[in-house]
Structure formats: structure tokens, C-alpha cells
């Protein structure tokens, strides 16, 4: 480098700058600081003008968009077509005016009264009211792929709730399309064209009912078959005729404000027969006199004065017994529409519930004999329903429902113009029919887009449609239900069932909007600001009320309707990625439940174990004791906590995907093991150090582990970590394998360190593997214990602490300490001496010797140490030991050590057939230069026991006698 | 040492051994592996002698020795004397024979039928039966401390369900003494002396009936005080009469068998009037009657004639209009006992229930005009109460609630055996009203209990008694309560009322005990084998459906009573170290919630910060920056995950204390800042290797930490860990106060990485501090963007996020490297290369150099950088400032510190006066030798803010424009 030239260095710099600023990362220099990660995070004008037509920007929409990407174009044209005048709010008043408040609403007020008829129209008009606030809420909460109340559920609640509402709701309209068909024909045969009845009614009112139900069916059905054909062919021929029919609709709407103006002033004439105070059925007296008109004349003429004689008299002869009503009561002949100003409105503002049966009566008019019963043969009026308020309500509920489909054609607007205009555009072919061709246009639409959804599998053909995209399938199947509907012929008993179903849509969509306003979702911003949580709940609660209320055995059925729904749904419905507002309730819930845990430790008779199991993986990402997990599964039965943990080692930033793979390895083994519980893996420099953490950190709140479960460290003699220290009480288990049917499970009970010895084998025999092992308790007994009082005691104790158990003490007397106890002390001694030696030096020259493993293996084989036994038996002190005492062993050790080969002794003559052996872990030694030592003390304390599970308690109680 | 006497070395160390074992340490040689902890965990031995009498053993029980330390010995003497059969079984038949069995038993099978009857019967009995299998199992998991069914319930579902249940049981206890009074006064008025009615009654029904109440209100009133004053003065006293009142007992039980039997054979003459098939009160005709005795002979004698004519005709005379029905029908007499053979079961066997004023009927016997109607003038016998299957359930199941009084009995006979002889030595002072005083007796006993178990604050008075233990304060209560029974008056009344209380109260025994059984609460070992839980299921099941079909309204008042006991016992009530079963619950719900949680990760539109508040402790155990949890409270309004965590470094087993202070510390912090959440604390070697364990483990399942919130590390020049790598989002945020009420939250928006910086502002504002800040988003506008149209588009955007705020772009261009940035960057590379010189060094001398900071401070001051900058102005390449770049600096780093030069300068002209500034947070280097570059450019980037929040997001949407 040249040294005088700094100018031309530093200019250099520039170009070289300035050249890479023009050129390549021409951005870069005024935002450089965030251009290493540009690649995945995307700078904001870039992403802004990738947001411009809002297609590409999340998650989410994709299955929507896949669906909408053809149409879109041609649609985006026709959308200004429809305003929200003719596309939303007309419709609506068609739904509202529908046929249940022409047809019922006179009847609904004169049987329930004008209070009555009032509270009724106000609950149901609050119902609804409350839900379109929350229904508004929901909607402008973000951009909704598709309209329709079923969607926003179904994204809002997650698929299970909104597969459940929106079948309710599909339900709802295929029976509201039902109704209407009913209600058409009705109209057809009771006002119109009562000459059409196919069947003939004879001369009793039950006959004449149920003759009419007749002619509903049939021509019910006809009606619903032309009506599905209609659909079927060409919903679009019908199109044009739209307008036509929506004049049509607001001109009967004026029609009835104009009538009832009228009335009150100039009433028409429509005479009604009266006798005493009930009503004569008309239509029999006028079907006997044919070619009589009824006169004004409030004198009967001869021809109905001798049929009414027969109907009421025993023979038509004078002097014949007849009714008594009919002698003491006059004929009378009454205005049927009397016209507003007449007091009508007075005189009905009571209600007059009628059983079915009952002579129709009224009131104003003055009768004697009432008492006197109307015989079924006589030619009354009688109720044909028994009603009560609660039935009303349930009649008319369908009548506020408009609004609701209103809102639902407001999504129909904006993203399905074609759905909305074949819908709407057929609307009212005939009024007061007009909606017939809406459900069965919408319902089959609405169940096509659930079985897209793919939620639901057993509904996946009904996806399918013509060439075309028109619902086959779905409308057969809505046709089938619907003509259902018919087959029960009755308007008042089909709108119950669809008030039903569209009140669990409604209690959903309060739900829905209660629930994540409570919750306070993140995501819950929406735009519409004039609701409030309270009102939604109210809502909620009116439409329960509403559903119990109007037929508490529909709502039963309803609910378990919806329920298996949503179960079906939860187990067999394809994953979706709606994501769902139950999730924001299970964390509150979990959140709730764990912070309620944590207000105190548990009391010892809560004690339940909480394990966390740490695992260990070999260099092949294999669990080195899968059976550990086993042990883990049966000894909770399924219920309580369980950690699965793991630490891998290395630097996290370079382990991480190793840590991830770790814990998918952890998550499989736990399924195949069938242990439900968490996962944990962390990246650790130092495992030692990592599982330090992990036993600390891990859990939350209440549910921290209370257990560690850990395998015996095999490898610890070449290992720099012998043991890590536990405050937890830990649990030590070898090894665990699917036992037989019969055998033991031991304790050997030598410290009371709070009863775990006595809990786990209880535990363990809940499970099916260990169920029909037998369970001994051994307790040791030395030279001053009154070993047959301990006995009893122990049996004693056990029978308090309601666990069977086969009881025995094992004396074990004083006795010198065997020469092989001072040999294996020296040993270990000398060993763990040269291990300190190496461990230091290692420490030197660390990276060299970490491949290479311990040089010397010091471990006693069983062979050997049997066989040394047998050589050594019976002499305490052989002379030829004497040499290797040169270093005397210490003290502590030696005792240490006899008590292990004593108790490993009585152990193994005891217990060598169980299946299990429970045994108390000594102490870890308090400073950890007795670390090695510990090891080997624990080796020889189980050496020659097949399974055993070493048990430290924390120190306090886990089980008692007390209740 | 002598090195030839090596045998008497080792004989020494024999002796020294057997020295220590035979003195000081003897048991140490056979156990010496447990001695280290010795002192803490009891040797079994040991502690089977200890155990010996069974008191000292667990906690949980000192409560009730206390009480009963005193009375345990003389009592333990006199337990012998009442064997099972005398002081369970009897007791039991006396009450399960009780008033309402021998009362209404038979109006019961009358009106009801016989099969409905049994049906009624079999109904409760189940519910008793099921009731008691689940208490048996109670009863036998543990020793309960003292007797009866609330402290079985109390102790096993917890302290609130146990004190609304006991106040339940109570009320129940209370009332069924008021029944058993009413009862009694009701035997003694109709049957033996009705004579002693005080009120007198008018000649019609009503009238009567009236009267009768008000004589029942008198005597019951007198009756229960007189009962009072007899427990008050001294039960004592007719303790001895105990026998010979069973006597009683068993002698009217076998006399209602010889009863039936003799009936059968031999009927005995009981006369009731009929006319046609509707009975004539007898009472009446007999009072008007006197001197005429109702012989056999059915032709009625004159003067009833007479009195009978008065009553049906309107004048005497024969020639009177009389009632038709008086007219058509005949008067006969037949036998009101007419015996078991007289076919009087199959008459019987369908019900026959009436209304209130129905005339009592019999359906064998003929009549005419039936539908003539009865007025009430007319000596009928009426109906004096609307029956139907479902009252006749609630008056009746009383009587089978005498099982569980038994089984609480046999609680006290084991541990209160005073309490049970004077309850039961009273029992039967008359018969029929043999239970008045077990309840006045039993019912203050169990206030007591409850009372001075502290659960409820406002009952202590309660607990308190007479100097030998009689509760005289709970004695008034009851006395009160059961006068308020008795003021109702009618045993058909009062029936329901204590039927709805001993139905609460089965209930929840049977769902303590599925409840166990369903969580396998590892101490629910009940010894009782033969239950299931399915059987207390449908106990559980059928309990609510009795509550409900007795009466809905006194179900719903009872759950609501028992309801605001049980929130009251939880706000109020002392804490109490039972333990309950909710516990387990809890336990489940939490687990249930979490593993629901983690079956996938959350959708966008659920995400929603789950916090990790990483906070540092100084030398006092203070923390060091609180305020991070005050903006973490305002940042979730009290929702969501918070998990507050520190690192202690130090070994765990010497630090372990100092651990537990700080999570104290925290937790105290947490309570003051009103952050509900977790907190952690874990020691750590090294907390660098702390804090990166807990953030990879801390959480559980769902609920881990999505956020990590940490301060800014001030000290970053002096320490050796610059900063932790974060994967999760983090979140830096340099200090945060309360701030006033205007003002702006501005977020500048340079990249999207996740919509964090959108959705912070958002959530912040929802809180109370922040909710009329506004908000403003800035983004940075380059040459060659579009800046209108970018703020349009970002403005659109916005509104479909739902988020409102304004928007500005602000424009950057491009501009030369000022010799500012150069000569920072420069300055920056030289420190970072000596920081590297010295920590190379200081690894090698590393204990020495720990205690002294860095010895040049080479931070730019804001004056420097101001006063600098002043002078430099507008030239971009001074010609003084070449010497300086004798280093050239890295060509990166240079554009870097451009960025953050030109990024500040704009965020601090706009931004200056925020109360908030949000700010993307560059990616950290790749490589860890830019990590203090990296602090540096941070610095400069947000120089001359106040309050900014560094964030940076994980790369995945945390908020969308989609519903």
C-alpha cells in the first residue's frame, strides 16, 4: 500500500461506496442496519405496494381465494349494480313481512292479547336486535372471506362451534323454506281456493283438521318439488323478474297500512255466526245451505235454522230434547273485522288461552249455561292447537328472523354477488311465498359451503356441484329435509323447530362476540363500536331463555343435536387453520386453573406425583431408556403432570434444529407410550448445568415437578458428571420391564422420609401391568427393637394407610465387618484416588484426552464377588489381607460399606424373586469429593437385584392416614 | 507412626469401630449409610414406636386433638357400652320410622296409588342407597378426625364446598326438627285431643284449615321452646330413659305389622260419610250433631238429615230448590279401615291426584251429575293441597333421610361419644316426636363444628358454649331457625324445604367421592371396595333430578344459597390446611387446558403476547428496572401469560436461599404492579447460560413464552455478555413512566416483521394509562417510492387492521456519508478493538482484572455529538478530518452507522416529543465479533429519545386484516 497517497485511499472508499450505494444495494445505505435479514423480513414500502389489492398479504384467506380467483374480475363489475337499499334493506322487510306475521301475527294478538302479543313481539325483537349488534361487531371485525353468518362463527369460534351453528343454521333455513311452502299453501286453501281440497272433510272438526293436514302434504309437496326443479334448471331466467316481485312486496306492505286505516273508519263487511257467545263454524252452515248467501239480516234463514235444529236437537221434531246451551243462548251474527275503532283493541288487551277442544269464544258477548260442555259433533269453532305464551313465542319467532338473513345477504354483497342476486332475484313469485325459493336456493348454498369447509367429512359429496358451481347434491338433500317439514303439515309445529335452530345460531354469534370481547383477544378490534360485551351476554341469555322458553324438549334436542355435531366434528373434522376463540378460553382457563395451584403448596392428601423424567439421547438421536417412560406411564395411570425433558449439548444457535428433532423424538416415544404430558429440550453448553435448570425451571405455577425420574448412570465411572444434585425428591430406577401376572413387589423401608416407599407401589398397582403383583414391606430390626411389636405396628400402620400389604421385619444383628468390606473399601478408596488424580491433569490437557475413555476398569464383577465371598467366608480378619492395609481406609467408609454389603445381603436373600425392588436411597454426601464413593456405595448396596427403584423423599409427608 | 506394629493398627481401628459402635453411634454400623440424615428422616423403628397410639404422625389432625385431648380417656372407657346394634341400628329405624312415614305414608299411597307410591318410595330409597355407598367410602379412606358428614365432606372436597354443605346440612337438620314438631302437634290435634285446639273454626273448609295452622303455629311454638329449654337445662337428666324410649320404638313398629295383619282378618268399624261418591266431612256433621253417635246402620238419623238438608237446599222446606247433585245421588256409609282383603289395594293401585278445593272422591262407588259443581259451602271433605307425583316426592323423601342420620352416627360413636349418648338419650320423649330432639340437640352441634372450624367469619360466635361444651349460642340460632319452620306451619310445606337441604347435601357426598375416584387422588384409598364411581354418578345424577322434580324453585333458591356460602368461605374464609379434592381438579383442568393448547401453534389471529419479563437483581436484592413490569401489566390489562424470571448466579446448594429470596422479591413486585402471572427463579454458574435455559424452558405446553421483555443492559461497555441472542420476538424497551393523558404512541415502521409494532401500540392503549394517547405510524419513503401512494396504501391498510392511527411517510433521499458517521465508526472500531485486546488478556488474568472497570470511557456525550455536529455542518469531506482516517473503517460498518445517523435524525425531528417510541430493533451480527458495534449502532439509533421500545418480531404474523 502506497502511504503518501491518502487521498486517493479515501476517495477510493468513496467510489467503492458510492459504486455499491448506485449499483447493487442501492437501499442499502439508508436503511443498511436492517439489510441482513431483507430476504425474509420485507422492507414496509415494498410489502405496502404488495398490499395494494390486498390478495397476497396473510394467511388464512387462501382457501377462499382459490375458490373467488375466477369470478372475481366479472363480479367486481356488477357489484355497484345492487345498492344496499335494494340489495339489503328490501330483502330484509320481504323477510320480516314474511309469512308469519301475515299469517299468524292477527292470531298470535287476539289469542295472547295485545300486552301479551306486545311483550311477545318485544322479547323476540330484543333477541334479534342484540344479536345483530353482535352480529355487527363480528362482521366489521375484519375482512370475512365469504358472507354469511356461518362463516364469521366458523372463523370467529374455530371449526367445531361453527361447523355445529352453521349445520343448526342450514337446518334452520331448510325448515324455514318448509314453513313457508306450509304457510303458501294455507293461504292457498283456507282464503283462496278452499274448493282445491283434495280431501274430504267430514262433519267434526278432528275430520275437518286432519283432512286439511292431508291436502298441506300434498300440495305441499307438489309445491316443493316444482319449486326444487325451478331452482334446479335456471335460478337466472327468473333474474330480471326481480324488480317486479320486490314491487310486489312493498306493495302489500303499504296494502295492510292502508287497510287498517280503513277499517277504522268505513269496516268492511264480514259477518260471523254466534251462538250465546261462541262461535258457529261458518263454513259447515254454508256448506249444508248451498245457494244461501249470509245476509246482513241478523235472523237466521229457514234452511240454516233446520240445520242448525238437527246439529243441536236429538230429532228434528219440535218437542225433541235438544242442547241445553242451544235453548238458553240466541243466534247472533257479529262483524268479523270490526275495524280499529270499534274497541277491538280494548277488549282483546287480555289473554285467552285456549286448550285444544275448547269452544272458541267471545268474551263481550254475554251467554247463560256456560258451564254446559260443547259436544265435538256440534258446529262450533274450536281451537285446533292449545296454546300458551310460551308456544306463541315460539311461532313467532321465525318473523324477526329476516334480519339475520338480511345481515347474511350483506356479506352476500360484497364477495358473492352471483349467490346474492339468484337468490334475491327469485324472491316472491308469489307473495307470501316468496321466501320459499331463498331457502332453497341459500340453505343448499349454505351447506355446499360448510362441505367445502371440509370440516365435516361425511358431508364432502355435497361439495359438489354442476359445472356451473350449482349445489346437485346439496339441493337434493335440503328438498328431502324440507319436504320432512312439510310431512309434519303444520305451521305451528315447524316454526318451533326452526325457531330452535336459528336461536342456537343466534346464542352462538352473542357467544362468539361475548367471549372474545371477555377475552380480550388481540385480534378483536372491530369496527363497529357500539356494542359491548354485556349486551352480547344479554343476548346470549335471551335467546336460551328464548329457546327454553318456547319448547324446552326442542332445545334439549337442539343442543344434543349441536353437541354431536361439534363432538363428530372434534374427532373426525379435517385440521384447519381458522384458528378459534376457544383458544383464548383455554388459556384463560389454564392460566385460571394454574394460578388457583399455586396458592399453596398441595396438602399431603393431594400429594400427587408430578414427574419430570429426564432422558438421555445417544449420538443417533435415540432415547437410550425408553422404558423409563414406560415406568413413567404406569405410574401415573394416566393422570397427573409429566415432563419429558432432555438437554442437548452444544451452542444453541448451531443446536437448535438438533434440539427440535430431539423433541419431536420425545413426542413420539410419548405418544407410543401413551403418556400424556410436555416436552422439554433445551440446549445447554454444559448438560450438567442444563439439567440443573431444567429441574428448576421447568413446570409453572402449580404444576412444577414434584419427582425426578432418572436412570441409573452407568456410564458414571467414565463420566466427569457422577450425579446431579436434587432437591425434588428424586426417584432412581434402573431399568423396568412388562412384568408377569404374579410375583412381589418389595419395600424395603428403612427411613420414613415422608412415605413415598409406601405411595409408589400403591400407584403403580393401579396400572393393569401391576395389578396382580402382591406388595411386602420389609423393615429392618436390629438387636434393641422388639422386632414382633414393630410387626404389629407396621400392620397396624398399614391398615390406617388402606394399603394391602404382606408385612415383615428382618432382624439384623450386629456383627464384626467382614474382611471383604475392608477390602472393597480400599479399593474403592484407591480408585477414586487415581480418578481425582486423572480428572485433574485432564483439566490440563483437556482437549486431548476427551476422546479416550478410562484407561483402567476397577469395576467388581458379580463373578468375582461371589467368588471372593465364597473364599472368604467365615474369617473376619484373614491373615493374608493384612497387605493390603497398608493404607488404612477411612474411617466412615468402612462403616458405610458394611452397611451396604449387609443390608445388600439381606436384600438379596429376600427379595431375589420380586419383581420390583423399592429401596431407600442414602444421602448424597454433603461435600462432593464423597461423589465417587456415593456411586459405589449404591452399586454395592443393589448389586445382584434385578429391578430397582432407589426413592429419596423430599422430607415431607406424601401420604396419611387421615381422611 | 509405627510402621512394624501393623496388626495392633489394625486391631486399633477394630477397637475404634466397635469403640463407636458400641458407645455413641450403635445403630450407625447396620444403617450407617443413612446417618447423615438421621435427624430429619426418622429410622422406621423409630418411628413404628412413636406410632404406637397414633397421634403424633401427620398434620392435618391437631385441630380436633386439641378438642379432644381433654375428654379422650373417660370417653375411651364408656365407648364399650353402646354396642352397633343399639347405637346405629336402632337409631336408625327410630328415624327412618319417623313422622313422615307414619303421617303421610298412607296419603301418600292414596293419592298417588300404590304404584306410583312404591315408585316414589323405590326413587328415594335409591338415592339414599347410592348416597350411602359413596359415604361408606368416605368413611373408610382415613380416620376421620371427628364424626358425621361434614367434616367427611369438608375434609375431602375442602373447606368451601365443606361449609356449604355442612351449613346445608344444618339448615336440614334444623328444619326436620321443626317437621318433627309440626309432625307431633298435628298427631296430637286431629288424632288424640282435638279437643285443645285453641282457634275455632267457621263453618267452611278454608276456615278450618286456617285454624288448624294457627293451632299448629301455637303448640309447635310452645312445643319447641319447651324442647329448648330441656336441651339447655339438661340433656343429661334423661339420658337414662334412653332404653325404655326404644322400647317405645320397637313396640310401634311391630304393632303397625300386628296392625295390618289383624286388619286384614278382622276390620275394624271406622264409618265415613258419602253422598254419591264424594265424602262428607264427618267432623262437621258430628260437631252440628251432638248427642248422635254414628251407629252402623247406614239409614242417616233424622236430626243429620236435617242438618244435611240446611246444608245442600236453599230454605227448609221440602219444596226448596236443593243442589242437583244432593238431589240425583244417595248418602251411604262405608268402612274408612276396610283391611288388607277388602281389595282395597287394587282399588288403589292408580293415582288419583286433585287440586286444591277438589272434593275427595271415591272411584268405586257410582254417582251422577258428576259435573255438577261442589261448592264450598257444602260439608265435603276438600283437598286441602294440590298434589302431584312430584310434591308427594318432596314430602316424602324426608323420611328416607334417616340412613344418613345413622351414618352419622356412627361417626360420633367412635369420636364423640358424649354428643351421641345425649342426642340419642333424649331420642323418643314421645313417640312420633322422638326426633324433635336429636335435631335441637344434633343441629348446634354441627354449627358448632362448623363454627369453630373458622371456615365461615361471621358464625364464630357460634362456637363458643357453655363451660362444659354445650352450644348455647347455636342452640338459639336453631331454635329460631326451627321456629321460623314452624311458623310455616304445615308439614307439607316444611318437607320440601329440608328435602331440598339433605338433597345438597347427598349430592355433593356422592360428587366428593366420584370426583376422587375419577381424578385418582393417590389418597383415596377408601378400604368400603364396593363402590364405584358410576354408582355415585347416578347418586349424584339422581339427588339433582329429586331436587329438581320436587321443586325447581327451592332447588334453584337452595344452589343459590349454597352458592354465595361457598364465595363468601373463598373470600373470606380462613385459609385452612385440609386440602380438597378441587384441588385435583384444578390440577386436571389445567393439564386438559395446556395439552389443548398445544396441539398446534396458535393461528394470527389468536397470537397474543405471552410474556417473559427477564428482570436483574442488584447486590440488595432489589430490582434493578420495576418499571418493566409496570408497562408489562399495562401491556396485557391484566390477560394472557406474564412469567417474571431472574437468574441468581452461584451454586445451587449455597445460593439456594438467596434464590428463594428473590422470588419473593418478585413476587411481592408482581403483587404491587398487579401482574398476575408465574415467577421463576433459577441459580445459574453462569447467568448468561440462566437466562438463555429459561427462555428455551420456562412456560409449559401451550402457555410458554412468546415475548421476552428485558431493559436496556446500560452497562453493556463494562460487562463481558453484550446481549443474549433471542429467538423468541423480544422486545427492548429502555424505561417507561406513567405519562399524562395526551400525547402520541409513535411507531416507526421501517420493516414488517410480524405486524408487532402495530399490535403493541394497540394493546398498550387498551389500558387505562395509555387509552387517550393517539397514535401515529411513520415509515420511511426512498427516492424511487411513491410516497402518496404509499400512505394511502398504508392508510388502507390500517383500516383494515382496525387500527386507528395517522399515518406519515417520511422521506428519506439519498445523501452522501457525512464525515460524522466516519468519524463514529472509526471511533467505535478502535474501542471495539481495544475491548477485544483486553478481554483477550483479562481470560488470562481473569480474577485479578474482575473488580476494576474499563479505564477509558469513550461514550459520545449528547453535547459532544451536538457541538460537533454544529461545526461540521454542511461539509460532508473536511479537509482536517483525512488524519483522522488513517484507519480506514469497514466499509459495512460505515453504511450501518449512516443509517442509524440519518434514521435518528428523522426519528428525533418527529418524534422528539412522544410519549412513546416504537422502533424496529435491528437483526443482530451473524457472527458475535459485531456485537458491541452492534450496541453501538442501537445507541446512536435511538440517541436523544426518551422512551423507546426496541422490537423486533419473530418473523411470523401477530396480526391480520382477516376475520
Chains 1, 2 share one sequence.
Not at 352480529?135 to 358472507?147: C, D, F, H, L, Q
Not at 324472491?427 to 365435516?456: E, H, M, W, Y
Amino acid at each position: 500500500m502506497d502511504q503518501g497517497d491518502g487521498n486517493s485511499k479515501i476517495s477510493s472508499v468513496y467510489i467503492n461506496n458510492t459504486h455499491g450505494v448506485d449499483d447493487d444495494d442501492f437501499y442499502d445505505r439508508n436503511l443498511a442496519l436492517f439489510e441482513e435479514e431483507m430476504d425474509t423480513r420485507p422492507k414496509v414500502s415494498s410489502l405496502l405496494s404488495r398490499l395494494a389489492n390486498y390478495t397476497n398479504l396473510t394467511q388464512g384467506a387462501k382457501e377462499h381465494e382459490e375458490a373467488e380467483n375466477i369470478g372475481e374480475k366479472k363480479k367486481a363489475s356488477k357489484s355497484p349494480q345492487m345498492g344496499t337499499f335494494m340489495g339489503v334493506y328490501l330483502p330484509c322487510l320481504q323477510n320480516i313481512f314474511g309469512v308469519i306475521l301475515f299469517l299468524r301475527l292477527t292470531w298470535v294478538v287476539g289469542t295472547a292479547g295485545v300486552l301479551q302479543a306486545l311483550c311477545i313481539v318485544f322479547i323476540c325483537c330484543c333477541c334479534t336486535m342484540l344479536t345483530a349488534i353482535s352480529m355487527s361487531a363480528i362482521a366489521t371485525n375484519g375482512v370475512v372471506p365469504a358472507g354469511g353468518s356461518y362463516f364469521m362463527i366458523s372463523r370467529s369460534l374455530g371449526p367445531e362451534f361453527g361447523g355445529a351453528v352453521g349445520l343448526c343454521f342450514y337446518l334452520g333455513t331448510t325448515f324455514a323454506g318448509a314453513m313457508y311452502i306450509l304457510g303458501a299453501i294455507e293461504i292457498l286453501l283456507m282464503y283462496m281456493a278452499p274448493k282445491a281440497a283434495i280431501f274430504v272433510s267430514p262433519l267434526h272438526p278432528e275430520g275437518e283438521a286432519a283432512a286439511m293436514l292431508n291436502d298441506m302434504r300434498v300440495y305441499g309437496s307438489i309445491c316443493l318439488l316444482l319449486m326444487s326443479l325451478l331452482v334446479f334448471v335456471g335460478v337466472k331466467y327468473v333474474n330480471k323478474l326481480a324488480s317486479v316481485f320486490l314491487a310486489c312486496v312493498i306493495l302489500s306492505i303499504i296494502s295492510i297500512y292502508i287497510g287498517a286505516l280503513v277499517s277504522a273508519f268505513k269496516p268492511p263487511h264480514f259477518p260471523v255466526c254466534m251462538l250465546g257467545n261462541r262461535t258457529i263454524n261458518a263454513h259447515e252452515i254454508h256448506d249444508q245451505t248451498t245457494g244461501l248467501t249470509l245476509d246482513p239480516s241478523h235472523v237466521p234463514t229457514l234452511m240454516e235454522t233446520t240445520y242448525l235444529w238437527q246439529q243441536f236437537c236429538h230429532s228434528p221434531e219440535l218437542n225433541a230434547s235438544c242442547d241445553e246451551y242451544f235453548i238458553w243462548n240466541n243466534f247472533s251474527e257479529i262483524e268479523g273485522i270490526p275495524g280499529l275503532a270499534s274497541g277491538i283493541i280494548s277488549e282483546n288487551l287480555w289473554s285467552s288461552y285456549l286448550s285444544k277442544g275448547d269452544v272458541v269464544e267471545k268474551g263481550s258477548l254475554s251467554s247463560s249455561h256456560a258451564a254446559h260442555p260443547a259436544s265435538t259433533r256440534q258446529p262450533y269453532v274450536f281451537a285446533d292447537i292449545t296454546t300458551s305464551f310460551t308456544l306463541l313465542v315460539g311461532i313467532f319467532f321465525p318473523s324477526v328472523t329476516g334480519i339475520m338473513a338480511g345481515s347474511n345477504r350483506s356479506g352476500d354483497l360484497k364477495d358473492a354477488q352471483e349467490t346474492f342476486i339468484s337468490v334475491h332475484a327469485l324472491f316472491s313469485v308469489i307473495f307470501f311465498s316468496t321466501a320459499i325459493k331463498a331457502s332453497l336456493t341459500g340453505a343448499p348454498r349454505l351447506l355446499q359451503a360448510i362441505a367445502k369447509d371440509n370440516i365435516i367429512p361425511f358431508l364432502r359429496v355435497f361439495g359438489h356441484g354442476k359445472a356451473n358451481g350449482e349445489p346437485t347434491w346439496a339441493l337434493l338433500l335440503t328438498a328431502l329435509i324440507a319436504e320432512l317439514g312439510i310431512l309434519i303439515a303444520s305451521l305451528d309445529l315447524v316454526a318451533p323447530i326452526l325457531t330452535m335452530f336459528f336461536l342456537m345460531c343466534y346464542l352462538f354469534v352473542n357467544l362468539a362476540c361475548a367471549l372474545q370481547t371477555l377475552l380480550r383477544t388481540p385480534n378483536w378490534r372491530p369496527r363497529f363500536s357500539y356494542y359491548h360485551w354485556t349486551l352480547s351476554f344479554l343476548g346470549m341469555t335471551v335467546c336460551l331463555a328464548l329457546m327454553f322458553i318456547s319448547s324446552w324438549y326442542y332445545a334439549i334436542i337442539a343442543m344434543v343435536i349441536a353437541g354431536m355435531i361439534y363432538k363428530y366434528i372434534e374427532y373426525h373434522g379435517a385440521e384447519k387453520e381458522w384458528g378459534d376463540g376457544i383458544r383464548g378460553l383455554s388459556l384463560s382457563a389454564a392460566r385460571y386453573a394454574l394460578l388457583r395451584l399455586e396458592e399453596g403448596p398441595p396438602h399431603t392428601k393431594n400429594w400427587r406425583p408430578q414427574l419430570l423424567v429426564l432422558l438421555k439421547l445417544d449420538e443417533d438421536a435415540h432415547v437410550k431408556s425408553p422404558r423409563l417412560l414406560t415406568f413413567a406411564s404406569q405410574l401415573k395411570a394416566g393422570k397427573g403432570l409429566t415432563i419429558v425433558g432432555t438437554v442437548v449439548s452444544g451452542n444453541f444457535l448451531q443446536s437448535y434444529g438438533e434440539a427440535l428433532a430431539a423433541e419431536q423424538t420425545l413426542k413420539h416415544l410419548m405418544d407410543k407410550e401413551r403418556v400424556k404430558g410436555f416436552c422439554q429440550c433445551i440446549v445447554a453448553q454444559k448438560p450438567r448445568e442444563g439439567i440443573s435448570h431444567m429441574i428448576q425451571s421447568s413446570g409453572l405455577g402449580g404444576m412444577k415437578p414434584n419427582t425426578v425420574v432418572m436412570g441409573w448412570p452407568h456410564a458414571w465411572r467414565q463420566s466427569e458428571d457422577p450425579i446431579s444434585r436434587l432437591t425434588a425428591p428424586p426417584l432412581f430406577l434402573s431399568d423396568t420391564v412388562r412384568p408377569c401376572a404374579d410375583g412381589y413387589i418389595d419395600v424395603w423401608w428403612i427411613v420414613h422420609d415422608g412415605g413415598m416407599l409406601m405411595l409408589l407401589p400403591f400407584l403403580l398397582r393401579q396400572h393393569k401391568v401391576w395389578r396382580k403383583c402382591g406388595m411386602r414391606i420389609f423393615t429392618v430390626a436390629q438387636m434393641e427393637d422388639n422386632s414382633i411389636q414393630m410387626k404389629k405396628d407396621l400392620a397396624t400402620f398399614l391398615y390406617h394407610l388402606r394399603i394391602e400389604a404382606e408385612v415383615e421385619v428382618v432382624e439384623m444383628h450386629d456383627s464384626d465387618i467382614s474382611a471383604y468390606t475392608y477390602e472393597r473399601t480400599l479399593m474403592m478408596e484407591q480408585r477414586s484416588q487415581m480418578l481425582r488424580q486423572m480428572r485433574l491433569s485432564k483439566s490440563d490437557r483437556e482437549k486431548e484426552v476427551r476422546s479416550d475413555r478410562m484407561p483402567i476398569q476397577m469395576t467388581w464383577t458379580k463373578e468375582k464377588t461371589s467368588q471372593y465371598r465364597i473364599t472368604h467366608s467365615g474369617c473376619s480378619t484373614p491373615e493374608g489381607f493384612r497387605d493390603m492395609l497398608s493404607i488404612r481406609p477411612d474411617h466412615s467408609n468402612v462403616r458405610r460399606m458394611h452397611t451396604a454389603v449387609k443390608l445388600n445381603e439381606v436384600i438379596v436373600n429376600k427379595s431375589h424373586d420380586a419383581r420390583l425392588v423399592l429401596l431407600n436411597m442414602p444421602g448424597p454426601p454433603r461435600n462432593s469429593e464423597g461423589d465417587e464413593n456415593y456411586m459405589e456405595f449404591l452399586e454395592v448396596l443393589t448389586e445382584g437385584l434385578e429391578r430397582v427403584l432407589l426413592v429419596r423423599g423430599g422430607g415431607s409427608e406424601v401420604i396419611t392416614i387421615y381422611s
